[in-house]
Every structure is written in structure tokens, then in C-alpha cells.
């Protein structure tokens, strides 16, 4: 499915993506630095990063779709590169969100053959990296939305 009502589905559904995925990595980032938040929010990180996990490439397979209807540019194919690596940033800032938040729970935490100092440890690696892959995620997000924004407005 390329389209809705008639619309193609690659700009309705690249902004969710536009979207969801600054607000999943400035959630990451939060519940990195501040633990109470990552009591307060639970679950839902993880779910949210998922849910930016399904609608990326649901948003580049619409637009290689769309891509077969209008005819190349050096611009569209720029974006289209750049609209694949997306993936590369969001899965590992679900991966390690997921991981963050089951390093949370005591029926993981218990069993973890780890001293309390060294999963203290665990837990700032892990928070360094949501952080490192959050900040991937936004820039890989800005230079594809940038380069689509060219090829159709410029």
C-alpha cells in the first residue's frame, strides 16, 4: 500500500516519523539523566521507540514507491540514501531503551551475575549510549527530512 485516500503515503507518514523521533530520543536522554524519570515513565519508552522503530521503514518503503512514480533527481536520490540510514540511528536507540528500562526491573536486575557496583556501571553505559544513539537518530532524521525538503520545495 503506496497510498491513502488517493495521497501518497510517504509524506503523511514521514511526519510521524519527523515527529516521533526527536521525541523518543529527547525522552532516551531524559530518563538517562534522570533516574525518577525513568520510574515515573515505566514502559513507555521502550514503546515509544518502538513504535518510531515501525514507522521508519514503513515511511522509506512508501518512499521508494513514491520515488518510482516522479521522475529521478540527484536530489531525490540523495534523499532517498539518506531516508534508508535512518534505521541506523532509531533501532539501536529502541535496542538500548529496551535494554534500559529491563536493567529496571528487579526480576532482570536479580539475576544478572553482576556486583551491585559493576551493573552500576551497566547502567551509566547503557544511559551514555541512549544518549550517543539519540543524538544519531535526531541528525540522521534532520539530514533526510532536510534533503526530501530540498528536492520537493527546492
Request: no cysteine; hydrophobic share 60%.
Amino acid at each position: 500500500m503506496d497510498t491513502i485516500v488517493g495521497l501518497p503515503l510517504h509524506p503523511l507518514i514521514v511526519h510521524l516519523v519527523v515527529v516521533i523521533v526527536p521525541v523518543t530520543a529527547l525522552v532516551g536522554v531524559a530518563v538517562s539523566v534522570w533516574p525518577r524519570a525513568r520510574t515515573y515513565l515505566g514502559w513507555f519508552p521502550p514503546l515509544l521507540a518502538l513504535v518510531a522503530l515501525i514507522a521508519v521503514p514503513i515511511a522509506s518503503s512508501a518512499g521508494e514507491a513514491l520515488e518510482e512514480k516522479v521522475p529521478g533527481t540527484s536530489a531525490i536520490e540523495r534523499h532517498a540514501e539518506l531516508g534508508d540510514i535512518v534505521i541506523l540511528g532509531v533501532g539501536p536507540l529502541f535496542g538500548l531503551m529496551a535494554l534500559q528500562w529491563l536493567l529496571d526491573q528487579s526480576v532482570v536486575y536479580r539475576r544478572i551475575p553482576l556486583s551491585d557496583d559493576a551493573l552500576v556501571w551497566v547502567r551509566r553505559g547503557t544511559g551514555a549510549a541512549v544518549i550517543v544513539a539519540a543524538i544519531a537518530s535526531i541528525w540522521l532524521v534532520v539530514l533526510a527530512g532536510d534533503t526530501g525538503a530540498r528536492a520537493v520545495w527546492g
